[in-house]
């Protein structure tokens, strides 16, 4: 992983790399401006300061022409290009590698989902107060601190972000 905190930008990514470390012993080199949580179990880690990532990439180079597959993840597509592009010059060695730019994937689920910002839909007024809500899930925030839902059947779940202090949930 080139310039990426997975960890922080693309957990569902992260969470795939972890998962392929424990059950397939994959090689994860990390090559970042600071610590990530890649670093635990990377093969090796290589810390540099924004925009030396392909003089990075050179020092490992002897590491990765001895991976029999590798994917090279990146925020940018300017940036997966670039390690392409020196990946492409440098190799004089033939095995499978694929270039991927995760950045805004969790962001592309969303909007998928229909979470878009321009996407018509109910206000959180409406929504509480809507008589046939059947489910809210709610991230980040508690709409109820101060409102109460009208439907009494609705399934709720809040998921806490660590950064909010919690709050106590009216009765």
């Given at each position: 992983?080139?310039?990426?905190?997975?960890?922080?930008?693309?957990?569902?990514?992260?969470?795939?790399?972890?998962?392929?470390?424990?059950?397939?012993?994959?090689?994860?080199?990390?090559v970042?401006?600071?610590?990530?949580?890649?670093?635990?179990?990377?093969?090796?880690s290589?810390?540099?300061?924004?925009?030396?990532?392909?003089?990075?990439?050179?020092?490992l180079?002897?590491?990765?022409?001895?991976?029999?597959?590798?994917?090279?993840?990146s925020?940018?597509?300017?940036?997966?290009?670039?390690?392409?592009?020196?990946?492409?010059?440098?190799?004089r060695?033939?095995?499978?590698?694929?270039m991927?730019?995760?950045g805004?994937?969790?962001?592309?689920?969303?909007?998928?989902?229909?979470?878009?910002?321009?996407?018509?839909?109910?206000?959180?007024?409406?929504?509480?107060?809507?008589?046939?809500?059947?489910?809210?899930?709610?991230?980040?925030?508690?709409?109820?601190?101060?409102?109460?839902?009208?439907?009494?059947g609705a399934?709720?779940?809040?998921?806490?972000?660590?950064?909010?202090?919690?709050?106590?949930?009216p009765?």
């Amino acid at each position: 992983m080139v310039a990426s905190d997975l960890a922080e930008e693309q957990p569902f990514l992260s969470f795939q790399i972890r998962a392929n470390f424990r059950h397939h012993q994959a090689h994860v080199y990390a090559v970042t401006a600071k610590p990530v949580r890649e670093d635990r179990y990377a093969a090796a880690s290589v810390r540099v300061q924004p925009g030396g990532e392909l003089a990075a990439l050179e020092s490992l180079r002897e590491k990765l022409a001895a991976e029999k597959e590798l994917v090279i993840c990146s925020a940018t597509q300017s940036r997966v290009k670039a390690c392409g592009n020196w990946w492409s010059s440098a190799r004089r060695w033939e095995f499978p590698y694929s270039m991927s730019a995760c950045g805004y994937s969790n962001s592309r689920g969303a909007v998928d989902m229909g979470l878009s910002p321009d996407a018509a839909g109910m206000t959180i007024e409406q929504m509480l107060a809507a008589p046939d809500l059947d489910a809210l899930w709610v991230v980040g925030a508690n709409p109820l601190e101060n409102a109460s839902l009208t439907s009494k059947g609705a399934f709720v779940v809040v998921q806490k972000c660590s950064s909010l202090k919690p709050r106590a949930r009216p009765t």
